[in-house]
């Protein structure tokens, strides 16, 4: 592939098949136009002659089946067209799983439930983008369920949720997020509390169960499962647990043969575990990195990015007008337990808290419960499972005039009283 300078950009002709890769610089944008031919990111289709804006950190590929020319303009910290890429076998992946869904719509039964499991930086949240932007370029209606409570594609960060699909991601933007079911999880790895995570797996199973029953395209689209990148201990038991919850027919493992062992041999023999390579031009995060998209993901859910701005509101929240609750009481050793309560109760227990300085900067998920919902033995029955209408941060809190400082989405009031801490802060410079 030959760079050469055009229309002030620099341009890169691309075969067949090839892929150009760039990073975006920090404190930078860059530019890129399709010029001629046809090409994709992660899935989603360019338009010739539109001018698609990176922001800074961006890791894109540009992928072409029949060969195209672009160009590119800003700082980028690298550019190179690679031949070496796994997406033939993505797409290969994608045709049978199409083939399910013909098979699915003739014979009256349900779509391809994929799972899609491996370690960190991998691709798995790519591979789910694309294998959805394919289905739905075909015209089928999948459903994304994001488990990856770190870096969740559709909602913040402490996140669990689901989706469905309805047009392919937009090249710049991501999935457009129209009216996803979240639930609280409250920290960014499952470890944190992990007879919560799989409850909300569960729950999120359900509920897409319920919906195919009632809606056909659902059914036979299927779902595409993200999940986290703890795939040891008990975070392999939690995608054995998934796969059993959602009753998934496929499971993806990119990357790790380990683990695609251990899935062939712990998962029913009709489940179907494939084993696909990682792209080269997959990028590791560091720790930091990972640290500033998910505050990212928070600035975006109060401000809006790039074309769209949102004006977050701030107000005053009498204590005496809401619930505060952690999910998940400090673990005690077994011999301490009252009797007949066991280490679950205490994981899944909502403890009410007092608010007080350190509660300043947390983000809280404001929950959809309903309010005068049954306290049964100190557990409020349904407010686990009940999804989240919003979140808010708490900015300042004044323990003499017993009230916090919020920022809101929405103007005051809160739409509801209910509000469910979590782990992760948010410091609003704006
Ligand atoms: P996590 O460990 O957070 O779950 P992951 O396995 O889901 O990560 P992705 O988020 O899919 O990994 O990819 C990591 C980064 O690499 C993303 O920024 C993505 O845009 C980028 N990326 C993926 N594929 C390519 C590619 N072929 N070329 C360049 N960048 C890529």
């Known amino acids: 592939a030959g760079a050469g300078a055009g229309g002030g950009g620099t341009r890169f002709d691309l075969e ?23 090409a994709e990111v992660f899935g989603s289709e360019l338009n ?13 590929a540009v992928f072409t089946w029949q060969g195209c020319s672009v160009s590119l303009s800003g700082k980028t910290e690298v550019a190179y067209v690679s031949k070496d890429t796994p997406m033939l076998l993505y797409l290969n ?4 799983l199409e083939q399910m869904r013909r098979q699915a719509e003739r014979d009256n ?5 994929v799972m899609v499991v491996g370690p960190t930086d991998v691709g798995k949240s790519t591979v789910c983008r694309l294998l959805l932007s394919y289905a739905v370029r075909l015209g089928r209606r999948p459903t994304l369920v994001e488990l990856d409570v770190g870096q969740s594609g559709v909602s913040v960060p402490g996140t669990m949720s689901a989706l469905c699909i309805e047009r392919p991601a937009d090249v710049e933007e991501g999935y457009s997020v129209q009216a996803p079911l979240v639930y609280h999880f409250g920290s960014t790895t499952p470890g944190t509390n992990i007879k919560l995570y799989n409850k909300l797996t569960s729950c999120l199973a359900e509920v897409f169960s319920q919906r195919c029953e009632v809606n056909r395209k659902a059914s036979v689209g299927g779902c595409i499962i993200n999940t986290c990148g703890w795939v040891k201990g008990s975070g392999y ?6 796969a059993s919850a959602f009753e998934v027919d496929v499971v993806l493992v990119l990357d790790q043969e380990r683990l695609y062992n251990e899935l062939k041999r712990d998962l029913p023999h009709f489940v179907r575990v494939v084993l696909l390579p990682k792209s080269g031009g997959v990028v590791e995060r560091s720790k930091d990195c990972r640290r500033e998209a998910r505050d990212d993901k928070i600035r975006e859910y109060f401000y809006g990015f790039r074309g769209v ?9 009498r204590f005496s007008d809401v619930r505060i609750y952690k999910i998940g009481a400090p673990s005690i050793p077994d011999s301490c337990l009252p009797l007949g309560m066991s280490q679950d109760d205490t994981q899944l227990k909502l403890v009410p808290v007092t608010p007080g300085r ?13 309010e005068g919902e049954e306290v049964a033995g100190g557990v409020r029955r349904g407010l686990l499972e009940s999804p989240v209408c919003g979140f808010i ?18 103007p005051r009031p809160l739409p509801r009283h209910t509000l469910l801490i979590m782990d992760i802060r948010f410091i609003d410079l704006k």
């Open 393 to 410: 941060v708490v900015t300042n809190v004044d323990t003499q005039a017993q009230v916090m400082t919020v920022l809101s989405p929405a």
């Open 93 to 96: 992946t994608h045709a049978a």
């Open 237 to 242: 038991q939690a995608l054995v647990h998934c």
């Open 109 to 113: 039964e349900r779509g391809p439930r």
């Open 358 to 370: 350190d509660l300043t900067h947390h983000v809280l998920s404001v929950s959809c419960a309903d």
């Open 16 to 38: 067949k098949e090839t892929e150009l890769r760039f990073e975006v610089e920090a404190g930078e944008k860059v530019q890129l136009e399709l010029l001629t031919g046809l």
């Open 48 to 60: 010739r002659n539109k001018k698609y804006t990176f922001p800074p950190g961006s890791k894109i």
């Open 309 to 317: 701005s949102f004006y977050p509101h701030a107000f005053d929240v």
